[in-house]
């Protein structure tokens, strides 16, 4: 995995800005019914706890990240994406509770790297000039 590459998070309603900036989308999503990328199932909760009460669902989505490899995990990111920079994709917005947060703080423990929020992303384009 190099060292440029990076792991940041996202949702779903703003995946055309996170793609026209260049990043490779991945959803950890259960469900996807409109995203036609990459899913990435070891990120992904089980439904056995979806309905769960959120410290209920918390710890045991956590204790599940314990039984990762978070390198293995960075490097098959980095494979899928082809060593583009990866967006981690799930529904919710960036206020709300997510288990994309959790990924996202297990990473940076795990790795000792920032793993950033992109949420709404403004992407600015900037016109090309020939000459």
Request: aromatic share 12%; glycine share 6%; charged share 25%.
């Amino acid at each position: 995995m190099s060292n440029k590459f990076q792991i940041t998070t996202g949702n779903f309603a703003n995946v055309a800005k996170y793609k026209r900036a260049g990043y490779h989308c991945v959803s950890i999503a259960l469900t996807s019914k409109y995203f036609q990328g990459d899913r990435f199932k070891p990120l992904m909760p089980d439904w056995s706890y979806m309905k769960a009460p959120l410290d209920e669902y918390t710890k045991k989505f956590n204790d599940g990240l314990k039984k990762l490899d978070a390198r293995k995990i960075g490097n098959d990111l980095h494979r899928i994406s082809g060593g583009k920079n990866v967006v981690l994709l799930c529904h919710e917005k960036q206020s709300e509770f997510c288990h994309r947060h959790l990924v996202a703080k297990w990473l940076e423990t795990e790795l000792n790297i920032e793993v950033k929020e992109l949420g709404k992303m403004e992407v600015k384009i900037y016109p090309i000039h020939f000459s």
